[in-house]
C-alpha cells in the first residue's frame, strides 16, 4: 500500500522507519545549512523536532536558505519551517524556541529525551556550550563547521573534530574543546581553502555548499537512529 513512508520502508525496512518515527531531533540554527537539515529530517517522518532560531528571514538569505521567499522577508525563520513540516508530516510534533542559543539557557532548552542535536550554528560560544552540555548529558550531537566562502560541496566530508583541516572555524572549535578536554566531536566539515576577500565581512555564500552540509548532517543522524 503506498503512503508517505513507502520508500524508506524499502531502504531501511519497517522496524528502523518506527524508530525514526519515535525519535526526537533537536536542530540548532535554521539558516543555509540547518534549513536543509530540517527539511531532510521532516522526510525522513521524524515525529519529534525542536527548532531554535530567533532570526528572521531578510534579503540577503534568498541565496541559500530554503524556505526563504521575497514574500516571506522579516518572518520567522523557525515559526516558517514548522509550518513547512506540518505541511508534509501529519503526526509531527514540533516544538518553536525563538531564543538565541547561549551558555547560559542550553540547560533549559536542551531537555533530555531528545536523542540527537544537529549543531548549525555560527556562534563560537553557543557552539562550544551546546556541545560540552549534550556529551555531559549523554545526548547525540553533530556539528557542522563553516560552509561560507567555498564553492565546492564535494569537498565536504563527515569526519572527527580532531581530523579536520582547513577549517578556521574547526580550528577555533578544537581549540575550545581541548580547554575542555573534549577531543571527539562527528562534524562534517570541508577541505576547501576558503576563497579570500579583502571584506571580512559578511561572509560569502553559495547555495550549493550550506545545502549539501545540512543534507549531510541530516543523512548521519538518519542511519545512526536505524543503525545504518
Do not use: W
Not at 543555509?32 to 531532510?40: F, L, M, P, Q, T
Not at 533549559?108 to 556562534?123: G, M, Q
Not at 550549493?208 to 543503525?227: C, E, H, R
Request: glycine fraction near 6%.
Amino acid at each position: 500500500m503506498k503512503d508517505e513512508k513507502q520508500r524508506l520502508r524499502l531502504i531501511y525496512g519497517d522496524e528502523a522507519v518506527e524508530n525514526l518515527k519515535r525519535s526526537k531531533v533537536l536542530i540548532a540554527g535554521l539558516g543555509g545549512v540547518g534549513s536543509y537539515a530540517a527539511e531532510a529530517i521532516t522526510r525522513s517522518f521524524i515525529d519529534n523536532i525542536v527548532l531554535i532560531d530567533f532570526d528572521v528571514y531578510d534579503i540577503t538569505n534568498l541565496n541559500r536558505q530554503l524556505h526563504s521567499s521575497l514574500t516571506k522577508i522579516g518572518m520567522s525563520k523557525a515559526e516558517n519551517i514548522r509550518d513547512n513540516i506540518y505541511s508534509i508530516n501529519k503526526d509531527a510534533n514540533v516544538t518553536v524556541i525563538i531564543e538565541k542559543l547561549t551558555e547560559e539557557n542550553i540547560h533549559n532548552i536542551v531537555t533530555k529525551d531528545i536523542d540527537f542535536v544537529i549543531d548549525a550554528i555560527d556562534d563560537i560560544k553557543a557552539k562550544v556550550g551546546l556541545i560540552e552540555y549534550c556529551l555531559s548529558n549523554g545526548i547525540n550531537i553533530i556539528s557542522c563547521m563553516g560552509t561560507g566562502k567555498k564553492t565546492h560541496p564535494e569537498m565536504l566530508q563527515i569526519s572527527d573534530i580532531k581530523k579536520t583541516s582547513v577549517c578556521p572555524l574547526a580550528k577555533k572549535l578544537r581549540y575550545e574543546l581541548k580547554k575542555r578536554n573534549i577531543y571527539n566531536l562527528p562534524v562534517v566539515f570541508s577541505k576547501e581553502d576558503i576563497i579570500r576577500s579583502e571584506v571580512s565581512s559578511p561572509v560569502g555564500s553559495t547555495p550549493f555548499v550550506p545545502a549539501t552540509a545540512g543534507l549531510m548532517l541530516a543523512s548521519y543522524v538518519v542511519n545512526k537512529i536505524v543503525k545504518k
